[in-house]
């Protein structure tokens, strides 16, 4: 994998965490507008590149949404997996309006995605990891191992748990290891 070399400006960072935090009050009370999201300053948030919002609160995961690969225009994704992550994880209740001062915005812009050529390449805080077998599949973004002190081998194992396959199943012939690099802001 070569290095990512996508980078943004802080202008191109500010309008994108603006665009969250108007994307989820929109959610919240969608007459209050903008009814989509507020065009880029620059061509290059239009590119074509997958992307992640995580929410938290109190520094606790809250909601965590993302598109692996670009489908749209960046800024376009952002909004949406803003609205996702804020209204659509499965794994918690929805955004409320009480919820709103106290969330965290976290953006990850993501690198392609390539095949992962030898486990032991895998680098803790620089690569994410997509893990897949027998139709199941686990994302985990580069910051998480960070964030839990993983080393590279739990860092794998973790993803595979993640895709619901045993710890061990980077380690077998058949399990799929993909990787990609992100701008974390």
């Not at 990512?4 to 960072?13: C, D, M, N, P, R």
């Not at 895998?122 to 960070?146: A, N």
Request: glycine share 10%; with cysteine.
């Amino acid at each position: 994998m070569s290095d990512f070399v996508f980078s943004l400006t802080q202008e191109e960072k500010d309008y994108l965490k603006k665009l969250v935090t108007q994307s989820v009050a929109f959610g919240i009370n969608p007459s209050d507008g903008p009814f989509g999201p507020p065009e880029p300053p620059t061509d290059k948030l239009r590119e074509q590149l997958g992307a992640f919002v995580t929410l938290k609160m109190g520094g606790n995961l809250r909601g965590c949404i993302g598109n692996v690969q670009g489908s749209g225009e960046l800024f376009r994704t952002v909004w949406d997996m803003a609205q996702q992550a804020a209204f659509h994880d499965p794994r918690f209740p929805a955004v409320n309006e009480h919820d709103v001062d106290a969330l965290e915005y976290e953006i990850s812009i993501l690198s392609p995605i390539d095949v992962c050529p030898d486990p032991e390449k895998v680098e803790v805080g620089r690569h994410g990891l997509i893990m897949s077998r027998d139709g199941r599949s686990g994302l985990l973004l580069p910051q998480v191992p960070v964030e839990w002190g993983w080393d590279r081998e739990t860092f794998l194992s973790q993803t595979c748990l993640k895709a619901g396959l045993d710890p061990d199943a980077w380690k077998e012939p058949g399990t799929t290891i993909l990787w990609f690099e992100a701008v974390v802001f």
